[in-house]
């Protein structure tokens, strides 16, 4: 269970959060929420699907490290073998809260999380100012929720010119099992290609055209997750 509390630098003046990685710090997870504003940076490293949550009808875009829930294809013990790391990933154990009433948006911090640890980064000097590493971990969770805010734009374009279609992934791996990624969406590059000229202005303008390429882009690192997956059963 979470245990949320507004970050307070009395409470929490002598607070420590381990910024290495690992999975014993929770890094063993298969994919990560990722927003478009993010998808030309993290786009070399990941492939990057749509997940349609069928309760809220809300896409969410997710970078994927592994084929399977606790697999993490990326990570070799203590290293994260990737040039860039998803907010979503990098933020923790911070997060966005609001006041009771939904108004003002605040940072929090999950006291139950792994990277919680005595030998870790201090939050907070002995004057109980914010030192850098917490000043560059709220910087990259305020990037993440603004660009968690606007993402709704992003799939209602998708949506609004039919450019989502739904992907099952299945993949023989070199010791002959079978691999499956279900219920995935992707850019249906067909009718990319097809739209018009109105179109592409229109996405062109609301600043969808670019992580919409990057999102295809990143497609090509599927195979290089189905080689991970290979070395990592000693095939590869």
């Known amino acids: 269970m979470a245990n949320h509390a507004m970050l307070d630098p009395d409470a929490h003046r002598d607070l420590r959060v381990q910024f290495a990685r690992g999975a014993r710090y929770g890094d063993a997870v298969m994919s990560a929420i990722a927003v478009p504003d993010e998808f030309r940076r993290v786009q070399n490293d990941y492939a990057i699907l749509f997940r349609l949550d069928l309760a809220t009808d809300r896409f969410d875009a997710h970078a994927m490290f592994g084929f399977e829930p606790g697999e993490n294809l990326y990570l070799d013990g203590d290293r994260w073998d990737a040039g860039a790391l998803p907010l979503a990933i990098d933020v923790q154990p911070f997060l966005i809260g609001t006041t009771r009433d939904g108004g003002a948006r605040q ?3 999950d006291l139950d999380h792994p990277r919680i640890a005595n030998d870790g980064a ?5 004057d ?4 850098p590493f917490l000043e560059a971990g709220i910087e990259k969770l305020q990037a993440l929720d603004a660009g968690y805010q606007a993402a709704p734009e992003f799939f209602a374009a998708l949506r609004r010119h039919d450019l989502l279609e739904p992907l099952t992934l299945e993949v023989t791996l070199a010791d002959g099992s079978t691999n499956r990624l279900v219920g995935y969406h992707v850019v249906d590059e ?10 592409l202005g229109e996405l062109h303008r ?6 919409i390429f990057m999102a295809l882009a990143s497609l090509t690192n599927l195979s290089g997750l189905v080689s991970r997956k290979n070395r990592r059963n000693g095939d590869g």
């Open 107 to 109: 940072v929090h911090i």
């Open 206 to 211: 609301e600043g969808h055209l670019m992580p």
């Open 128 to 131: 109980g100012r914010p030192t």
């Open 122 to 126: 201090r939050l907070f000097d002995a």
């Open 190 to 199: 067909a009718k990319l290609r097809a739209l018009d000229a109105a179109s």
